[in-house]
């Protein structure tokens, strides 16, 4: 059907093992809408990170819900029984024209379809706020060819195009379609593609990614190369698949075995590879444990290619054990607190809500960022604003992108481009080994990015945040954050030697801190505590609001840590269990306790240390004022250093690649370098 003409985007379908995503492909159901269509412009600027209210979404209530599975007959085809009707109006198959128009070159859109039987078909459009409009009908008879020129005129703010098939006197067989550029693209390259993937220990995952991308002709048939970063003691080459996976890709695929040096270091190594002088002209960056539909990283890529300037280009985050919850669509950093976070509602479900549905979903969305989960880079933006920032894990891609920013350099998070990843819902990485790398790299990213004289509101922000641990017990948590307090104020020459050396010391501390021992067997407490009712509250009716609330409810909680004595009691058997996601203010009496962790498979238990307390409250203070009084004169510093700490030559002085260190591939590669 396409010959040379050159597709934007195919509509396709699930294969039967993927049951659960087929709301994101095909929506055969029958609606009926209440909605409200009111968007607040500014809710992310005023309050980060806090879940957009109900009243802003449409709320539709189904009623008639149908099996799509049956009706799907191949990857790019299905069948529409006779008298029935189905949409493709949907996350994968909908073409979300406004980004088009936005970014790329093109100006305008054509769409073929291909069929046979008897039916219409009905294409649509949609504005930004989520308004209909039919843009044409056909009605079809026998094998068919229908072919629609569609503009670009009327998507400033946002809009969709899509089709909706309708069998007549006999069922409609849908053979295939795609959307494609204009006819005056036809023969036009998008140029090659390297995908690279950093991994560590998690090599089924990794194996699984590479099976999907070698199962795809047209996808493998733009990739220059595939470089998996393997980090851990657990090798990809040494696990079983691998073998044919690699037979399958053959030159493509090349493993790389290097010591961890963390997220930042893995694809750093990606970066790297991919500035050789015969390289990809983009490079995109995926993790190792995701899922993703090999036409969403077509769709990126050819995106990318087709941008009026150099562009970053991700993809959104759904979740991998509830694949139709978009988690993440659009995200964006407060700058007044520094803090990242989502511009669009969170966890939108697409079975119970389809794009039709969804009326915020019609309007464009400009990003700051987009996650390192799936992300396109032009090589010739690594050229010009150099490697990622050697920070291990944690905003090394939100800063990333306010960097290219600052050169000029947009970020878009392109719908129908995505991938299925666990999501946060049952993890709390403020509290563990993490809580080190979130409080110094949004520090350092701070300093880098920050427009507000001594940080805005972020050096406040961060004592709140100490105080709030200090007073729910969580002293390893405040002493990673000191330690990451220390570790910013040393300077940026710092960072590149704690790629290997800060994640042991921060195991070898946690040795010190009954609260970082996770308890699974709760059969280890003589009397298990009952769960305290009171943390249990849904209702945040008690939470302190107003600053003179607030010191109210601190100065005696903090008088309390401070002066109180520990009864010996707290020792041996904790008070209370406090489920996870008890408000924090519910527990800050306590002297002992056990809360659950985020996944609900155990338990920690904290036990109130006046000493610990009252030395981690005076530290706290200081680093922070200290922060505050040298916000300037540190911005400066790390400001000034940002090129050598990114660029190419530091990189590879720290990977050892100047040293002799080679790649290390499977010998039945040949690529070995």
């Known amino acids: 059907m396409t010959g040379d003409r050159l597709v934007l985007s195919k509509v396709v379908f699930p294969g039967p093992e993927e049951p659960d995503t087929m709301p994101l492909y095909l929506d055969v159901d029958e609606w009926t809408e209440l909605t409200v269509e009111r968007f607040p412009d500014e809710a992310f600027v005023r309050r980060p990170r806090a879940a957009i209210p109900r009243e802003t979404q449409s709320t539709p209530l189904r009623i008639s819900h149908r099996n799509a599975a049956p009706l799907v007959t191949g990857r790019r085809s299905l069948t529409i029984p006779r008298g029935e009707r189905v949409s493709l109006a949907t996350y994968f198959n909908a073409f979300p024209a406004s980004y088009w128009r936005r970014w790329s070159v093109v100006d305008g859109v054509v769409l073929e379809i291909e069929t046979a039987g008897i039916g219409d078909i009905v294409v649509y459009r949609s504005n930004a706020r989520g308004i209909v409009q039919t843009v044409a009908t056909r009605h079809v008879e026998g094998p068919s060819t229908s072919r629609f020129d569609l503009a670009f005129d009327n998507f400033l703010d946002g809009g969709w195009y899509w089709f909706d098939l309708v069998a007549r006197s006999e069922d409609l067989h849908l053979t295939e379609a795609a959307w494609l550029a204009p006819d005056s693209y036809s023969g036009r390259s998008i140029g090659s593609l390297s995908i690279s993937v950093t991994t560590l220990n998690r090599t089924a995952y990794c194996l699984a990614l590479l099976q999907s991308i070698a199962s795809d002709s047209d996808l493998v ?45 893995g694809f750093s190594r990606g970066m790297l590879e991919a500035l050789q002088a015969d390289g990809p002209e983009h490079v995109m960056l995926l993790d190792d444990d995701v899922v993703v539909d090999p036409e969403g990283v077509r769709r990126a890529h050819v995106f990318a290619a087709l941008c009026r300037n150099p562009t970053i280009v991700g993809g959104h985050m759904f979740d991998m054990y509830d694949k139709t919850k978009l988690h993440a669509f659009a995200e964006g950093v407060d700058r007044w607190n520094f803090l990242w976070g989502p511009i669009t509602p969170g966890r939108h479900n697409l079975t119970s809500m389809n794009l039709r549905q969804t009326p915020w979903m019609h309007r464009r969305f400009d990003v700051d960022y987009n996650g390192w989960w799936m992300s396109v880079l032009p090589v010739s933006v690594i050229r ?247 916000w300037r004169a540190l911005a400066d510093q790390y400001r000034s250093s940002l090129g050598e700490m990114t660029s190419p030559r530091r990189w590879r002085e720290t990977l050892g690649l100047d040293s002799g260190t080679q790649a290390v591939t499977p010998p039945q590669s040949g690529r070995e370098r």
Do not use: C
Request: charged content about 25%; hydrophobic content about 40%; glycine content about 6%.
């Open 221 to 265: 048939e733009s990739v220059h190369e595939i470089t998996v970063v393997d980090q851990g003691s657990q090798h990809l080459r040494d696990e079983a698949g691998f073998d044919e996976v690699q037979a399958d890709l053959g030159d493509r695929l090349r493993v790389i075995e290097q010591r961890n040096v963390g997220g930042s270091g």
């Open 384 to 630: 010009e604003i150099g490697l990622s920032l050697p920070v291990f894990i944690k905003w090394d891609d939100a800063e990333y992108s306010l960097r290219a920013k600052s050169h000029g350099v947009s970020t878009v998070s392109l719908p129908g481009a995505s991938v299925w990843h666990v999501s946060w819902v049952d993890k709390d990485d403020s509290r563990d080994w993490q809580a080190f790398y979130h409080a110094r790299n949004r520090l350092v990213a701070a300093l880098l990015h920050s427009p507000f004289a001594r940080g805005g509101r972020l050096p406040i922000s961060n004592l709140a945040s100490d105080i709030r641990h200090l007073l729910t017990l969580d002293y390893f948590t405040v002493q990673l954050r000191q330690a990451a307090y220390e570790s910013v104020l040393a300077g940026p020459g710092a960072l590149h030697g704690e790629l290997e050396t800060r994640l042991p010391s921060i195991r070898e501390a946690a040795k010190d801190f009954r609260e970082t021992r996770l308890i699974r067997e709760i059969q280890e407490f003589e009397s298990f505590p009952a769960t305290d009712s009171s943390s249990h509250a849904l209702s945040l009716g008690a939470r302190p609001r107003g600053r003179k609330a607030w010191m109210r409810f601190l100065v005696p909680a903090l008088r309390w840590h401070w002066f109180a004595q520990v009864p010996e009691s707290a020792q041996g058997r904790p008070d209370t269990h406090v489920p996870h996601g008890a408000p924090w203010w519910s527990v800050t009496n306590r002297n002992s306790m056990i809360v659950s962790n985020a996944e609900g498979s155990g338990v920690t238990w904290h036990v109130r240390d006046r000493a610990r307390f009252r030395s981690l409250l005076v530290s706290t203070v200081r680093s922070n004022l200290r922060i505050r009084r040298q």
